[in-house]
């Protein structure tokens, strides 16, 4: 590996983080989950990935295989969207997250990241196109550019990510995994494996970004790098109060992690961390090292969590400034109570629906919405009873 070190070579801080990040190893099923009814929206989906709505109330909802389709609150599932290019549906690839652009009443561009296939095996990317709707006839993208591609491409069908966060700032952070195989690289600035990367809308990348070259000297961290050490995130969402992005992150046995990246900073993996190999074998260091920042919370077992939302709006105003998390292997959703950046309680929901739940949205109606992954995945609503 060309800088299996590289937090080292850049001269960060050559001390261990003091803070701790919290654990809730004996969480149980919340008090008031028995308050709370679930519907089903809209079932049939095949592995549902991502979902965004649209200003209608409407949702954009991804299936791995390769395929989006709209899904109206009454239920309807349109037919598949045409225009979008052809995905690696192996393993953990296919088509993944979707996200509306800040100004879709006006462009009407939409953004989803997938596997796509290439020189050396697969990799995640991200492409826009402009929505052209019909409708449950579905319709589909015109204009369709890829705008990024994971770097470089590496066999294996493990470990993409991803999920796309529009900041407040309009730019976009995509969340990546180290393809398993190519584990090391996630501390490796020459390439984006095992990273978050901050792109603009287009593609280009922002000057504020924190390995952009302002000196003139040739510098081998890639540009586009928000921040690294990262194993495989597959849930992200952003503050609403401070803007700042948190994220969900998979561990491998144990030492799945809540994070709130800052630019430029390491993570760990697979250097530090606070799971083991499946084997039972220890990987790196141990749970702390110089220069490396500690998770804001950690899972051991592991729950496998997936999307992630922050809870807003008026029917769970209780709930407000929350951290839903949904979990695949755990079959359930994790409700974490933030305060002053920490977490200091979590409890669990739905363990009686027995369903990977993939993501979580908060709908513009106030409700939480849920996709389960399964063959017969579904878009479930949440609310009071």
């Not at 296939?117 to 990317?125: D, L, R």
Request: net charge positive.
């Amino acid at each position: 590996m060309k800088s299996a070190l590289a937090y080292l070579a850049l001269g960060l801080a050559a001390c261990v983080a003091l803070a701790q990040p919290t654990t809730f190893p004996n969480a149980r099923s919340a008090p008031d989950n028995e308050r709370l009814a679930v519907d089903t929206v809209a079932s049939g989906l095949v592995h549902p990935w991502g979902m965004a709505f649209l200003p209608d109330g409407r949702m954009l909802v991804t299936e791995r295989p390769g395929r989006m389709r709209i899904v109206s609150q009454r239920g309807e599932v349109s037919q598949a969207l045409a225009g979008l290019p052809a995905v690696v549906a192996s393993g953990q690839g296919g088509l993944l997250d979707v996200a509306i652009d800040p100004d879709f009443a006006q462009n009407r561009l939409v953004y989803w990241s997938y596997a796509e296939a290439g020189p050396g095996g697969s990799g995640t990317a991200v492409a826009r196109g402009v929505l052209v709707d019909e409708g449950v006839r579905g319709g589909g993208f015109n204009d369709v550019r890829v705008i990024y591609r994971q770097q470089p491409k590496t066999s294996g069908s493990l470990h993409f990510g991803s999920r796309i966060v529009f900041g407040r700032d309009r730019n976009l952070w995509i969340t990546q995994g180290d393809k398993y195989s190519a584990m090391q690289s996630a501390q490796d600035l020459s390439t984006t494996l095992g990273k978050i990367v901050r792109i603009t809308r287009k593609g280009g990348i922002p000057l504020d970004n924190p390995f952009v070259n302002r000196s003139g000297v040739q510098s081998e961290a890639r540009p586009e790098i928000w921040s690294y050490g990262h194993r495989n995130i597959q849930g992200a969402a952003l503050h609403p109060q401070t803007g700042q992005l948190w994220t969900a992150e998979h561990g491998a046995q144990g030492g799945d992690e809540i994070n709130n990246p800052q630019a430029g900073k390491n993570y760990g993996w697979p250097i530090i961390t606070y799971g083991t190999d499946y084997g039972g074998a220890k990987i790196g260091t141990g749970t702390s090292a110089p220069g490396m920042e500690q998770p804001v919370h950690y899972w051991d077992p592991s729950m496998a969590p997936s999307g992630a939302a922050f809870v807003t709006g008026e029917p769970f105003a209780a709930w407000r400034g929350d951290l839903l998390v949904g979990a695949l292997r755990g079959q359930h959703v994790a409700r974490l109570t933030i305060r002053d950046g920490k977490v200091v309680a979590e409890q669990r929901y739905f363990t009686d629906l027995r369903e990977r739940i993939r993501d979580v949205r908060m709908g513009p109606d106030g409700l939480i919405y849920l996709l389960t992954d399964s063959p017969e995945g579904k878009v479930l609503r949440v609310r009071w009873k």
